[in-house]
């Protein structure tokens, strides 16, 4: 397999490719080990990629290993689960010097509150007639990782609950659905003193997709900002060109940086590595040019 050729990113997010920060693998509840993953990226011609498996750094090391062999770069990573305002809001956190400090006994906490969680889930499911929950989610996980909501929405499915997973979300997993346990994750102040403390960048995830209004995601973007978070993703997959312009708009009268990424999880769906909208023309500043991302962006 050919080695990748690494070139400095541009200073603005217009016309960027081979980059990819929001990616998960088999660490969490991706389809595809970190190894499989990178080399992936590699085929699709990207360069430079963070694994943000949730609440979690354990493919962390297997993907930079398998990346340093074909002359690609990775971040350090993980999406963390938080609450607020009674919402699940996820933070990117980009580690350049890897977890250290309060983010290491944080990582601890949040895997104990997924265990917790992944219970309550399970008694949830129950009562809707799903026998076994948490067995049954432990097999849609194929091992011993943490357990995530995807993990009982294939148990819906596979126990004929619900067609598909999609269904399974809107019904029974979704935001604001029986499924969707919330009260274990830390607030997002506590997260991001996490990320600040291991020298690393806090990233609002997906900011347009909580359901929210424009004036509630801008609430958001302030007590995010003012807990210490700098970034936020402005591109998130695939979105309306319109609001992800007007977001923009809102990350450059905060002054935050922007982030990108696909949030890809398994192949065959909508999304794959580096598959996204493309940027829109904007002021804001790209979250590579963040002095502590600085040697991941250069050459």
């Not at 080399?39 to 699709?44: E, F, I, V, Y």
């Not at 346990?181 to 506590?190: L, R, Y």
């Not at 003193?193 to 209004?213: K, Q």
């Not at 002054?255 to 909508?270: M, T, V, W």
Request: hydrophobic letters at 45%; proline letters at 7%; glycine letters at 10%.
């Amino acid at each position: 397999m050919p080695m990748t050729s690494l070139v400095p990113l541009p200073t603005s997010l217009e016309g960027v490719s081979g980059i990819d920060l929001h990616m998960h693998s088999t660490a969490s509840d991706g389809a595809m080990s970190p190894r499989e993953l990178v080399a992936l990226c590699q085929a699709r011609g990207l360069t430079r990629l963070a694994l943000t498996d949730h609440d979690t750094v354990a493919g962390v090391a297997e993907a930079e290993e398998a990346a340093q062999a074909l002359g690609m770069r990775v971040m350090p990573a993980t999406e963390l689960s938080t609450q607020w305002r009674g919402m699940n809001i996820h933070i990117v956190a980009l580690l350049p010097q890897g977890v250290c400090g309060s983010l290491e006994a944080g990582l601890v906490a949040q895997a104990a509150a997924r265990e917790a969680r992944a219970e309550e889930i399970a008694r949830r499911m129950e009562k809707l007639g799903l026998d076994d929950a948490l067995a049954r989610a432990r097999e849609q996980a194929g091992g011993p990782r943490p357990l995530g909501r995807p993990d009982f929405a294939r148990a819906l499915v596979a126990a004929g609950i619900t067609p598909d997973i999609k269904t399974a979300f809107k019904k029974h997993l979704g935001s604001g659905k029986p499924g969707d346990v919330k009260a274990h994750w830390p607030f997002i102040s506590t997260a991001v003193e996490w990320i600040r403390d291991a020298g690393g960048v806090a990233v609002l995830a997906h900011p347009l997709r909580y359901g929210t209004t424009r004036r509630k995601r801008g609430l958001l973007l302030d007590d995010f900002t003012a807990a210490g978070g700098e970034a936020a993703e402005l591109i998130s997959g695939y979105q309306n060109p319109d609001t992800t312009r007007d977001l923009a708009r809102q990350l450059d009268e905060r002054g935050l940086y922007a982030s990108l990424g696909s949030d890809f999880h398994f192949p065959g769906g909508a999304l794959a590595p580096g598959s996204m909208s493309p940027a829109p023309r904007s002021a804001v500043r790209p979250v590579w040019r963040h002095p502590a991302l600085a040697a991941f962006a250069a050459a």
